[in-house]
């Protein structure tokens, strides 16, 4: 996995609590990422001012970006591509968390963080293309 500072400047630049809950979920990120093998490498960049992840070795998933949510739906966010058929597939298995259209998942900073639900999502958005190419084979 690599790491840039650049990440980790924009990360800091927050007011504190929202610093926190973003650093906690860019760990996630990076642990859940760690902890499957089928991820491989795991870069993380930003896109767009964004914090971002995207597996590079092989490409096995779609981009991942979490930051400051500024709708109404949340305080912060974790992003993924509009044309991916993620949301909708996590708006079916989590009707419980707060969605924005096609591209994101929203929580607030006074919330319990979903960490099982995330771990599922991440997983999923890291996996992506793979999991497309083994249904298309099947």
């Known amino acids: 996995m690599t790491s840039r500072t650049d990440v980790q400047s924009v990360l800091?630049?927050?007011p504190e609590a929202?610093?926190?809950?973003?650093?906690?979920l860019r760990q996630l990120i990076?642990?859940?990422a760690r902890q499957n093998a089928e991820i491989g490498v795991l870069e993380e960049t930003l896109k767009w001012g964004q914090p971002s992840f995207l597996t590079?070795?092989?490409k096995t998933g779609t981009t991942i970006r979490i930051d400051r949510d500024t709708s109404q739906n949340?305080?912060?966010?974790?992003?993924?591509?509009?044309?991916?058929?993620?949301?909708?597939?996590?708006?079916a298995l989590f009707p419980h968390l707060r969605f924005g259209g096609d591209r994101s998942v929203h929580f607030r900073l006074g919330d319990p963080v979903p960490e099982n639900e995330l771990r599922q999502m991440i997983t999923m958005a890291?996996?992506?293309h793979?999991?497309?190419?083994?249904a298309v084979r099947s």
């Open 12 to 14: 800091h630049s927050y």
């Open 18 to 24: 929202l610093k926190n809950a973003l650093l906690k």
């Open 30 to 32: 990076r642990d859940t």
């Open 74 to 91: 949340g305080d912060y966010a974790l992003y993924v591509n509009c044309q991916s058929s993620l949301v909708s597939e996590w708006r």
């Open 56 to 58: 590079t070795g092989p």
């Open 126 to 128: 890291l996996t992506y």
């Open 130 to 134: 793979s999991r497309k190419r083994r």
